[in-house]
Nanobody, 122 residues
């Protein structure tokens, strides 16, 4: 297991940008696929993006494709989610997660952060 801590959430106007980060502890970070999920009030947790252990493969939900970019720096044990052209419907708590392989299902990830709130005002 790897311990994960998200940061960088906040309040932004529609059309703006925000970058959230996820710092991991442990020497095995580079062996994990890392994902971002989000959960809005009253809604189920949904997949946002995932990146392979090497960073060579990335996948996105259709709702964020072209607006969000996932990246990772294994030397810093950190994964990032750059969010551009934000919309009010992007408002949610954003969670990072670590797992053995890239997946869009939250059940495949065994390590989770505590989440960071992203609020997009209209």
């Amino acid at each position: 297991q790897v311990q994960l801590v998200e940061s960088g959430g906040g309040l932004v106007q529609a059309g703006g940008s925000l970058r959230v980060s996820c710092a991991a502890s442990g020497r095995t970070f580079s062996s994990y696929a890392m994902g971002w999920f989000r959960q809005a009030p009253g809604k189920e947790r949904e997949f946002v993006s995932v990146i392979s252990w090497s960073g060579g493969s990335t996948y996105y939900a259709d709702s964020v494709k072209g607006r969000f970019t996932i990246s990772r720096d294994n030397a810093k044990n950190t994964v990032y989610l750059q969010m551009n052209s934000l919309k009010p419907e992007d408002t949610a708590v954003y969670y990072c997660a670590g797992g053995p392989r890239p997946s869009n299902w939250w059940g495949d990830f065994g390590s989770w952060g505590q989440g960071t709130q992203v609020t997009v005002s209209s």
